[in-house]
Structure formats: C-alpha cells, structure tokens
C-alpha cells in the first residue's frame, strides 16, 4: 500500500515544475505591487494554473503568494499555496543582484494535504545583445516536506530580451529533483506590453525534455500596480 507522500509525489513534481519563477532577486518597491495569472494546457487538456502576487511591504522586503492547481485526466485536482518574502542580499546599485526568500505553504492531492517549507536564492542583471537590453536570472530553491522529511529541489534559468518597447521574449528552463527523479522543462514565450493597457500578455509554451507528450500551450496575464 502507498504512503499518502508516495501518492502525492507525482502531484507535487508536476505542480512544482509547472509553476515559473517571476522576478528574481529584484524587489518591489515599497506599496508597489505585482500580479502574473497564467493557465496551460496539453494535448489531452491536462491543465494547471497559477496566480503570483507579489507586494513590497518595504523597500527591503517583498511579500509573495504563488498559489497553483493541477488538473490530470486520471488523478484528483492537486495544487499548492505557498506564502514567503524575499530579501535583498546585495546593495541597491550593484550591478549583479542577490536575494533570498523563505516560505511556508501546503501541498495536496485530492483531500489530502501536506505542510510544506521554502527556501530559495536568486541571482540576477540586466544584460545587452547589440542595441538591444534584457535581463538573465537563476533562482535556486528547495521544498520541503515537513510531514515525512522528504524534498524538491528547483532550479530555474531565465533569459529575457526586450525586442521593441511593446515586445519582449523569454527562454526558461525549469529543472527539478524529487526523490532522485529528475525532469528539466524548456519554457518559450512572447511577452507583449500594448501603450493601450496597464496588462502585459504571455504567450508561450512548456515542454518537458524527453517527454513531448507533456508539452503545453501557456496563457499569461500580468500587471504592475
């Protein structure tokens, strides 16, 4: 008989890897806030959403909500709801930023649940490519299962380029252990800024190197308050 953590393992690296990193080491300022609503969707129309939040409750601290749910043909809607902060490790004008973030949340299947801790460190800057300007982040982190002592590591590589005023591209990549299995996912999108509109709109794509098959067309929704 599988443990609950056994049953909610395949759950969890499929949520965890779905879910994107967003800002890196950067922080908001402070009564600033940021919000990204995102949904995908496979062949078979496996689904997940996610919605991030972010708020800078000082110049030094940002609050963050990432809040996901999966939805598989043959399993009970899974997700999880993490809360953390981040914090800057690095001045306000150096060139390569640091920061950390530390968090707590749940992760379930069905109507089980499972407490769940965060740690994370990110590294970021800005970066050129002719005329043109961009940015590159690596964000590292670890999930913890506080149940049965098990953990997800997490790390995302991102690379953005900013084409015009109104358009920008990102290549991610996504990478994940659990419990000595290991899934890598290479993520595309075009991220259009309309001067029509306060919303930013993402449009890529998700697949997980080795298995097509899980591939996903990717909608997101993002705005700065």
Known sequence: MPTVYERLLPALLLIIL?????AGPWLREKGSSFTASSISATYFLDTSSQTYLEYGLTDKTTLIADISMLRLRFAPESGYAIFSLRRALSTPDATSKWAYEAGIGAGWIGVQTLPIARAGLSWGRGIKLGEKSGWATIEASLVWDVTFGEHIAKLDTTVGLNFTDLTAGMLQLYTVDIAGETAATLAPSVVLSPDWTKFRFQFG???E???IE??????GLWREF
Do not use: P, R, T, Y
Not at 18 to 22: D, F, P, R
Not at 214 to 219: E, F, G, N, P, R
């Open 214 to 219: 899980k591939s996903a067309i990717k909608l």
């Open 18 to 22: 779905a879910g994107s990193s967003k």
């Open 209 to 211: 190197l080795g298995n």
């Open 205 to 207: 794509a998700e697949s």
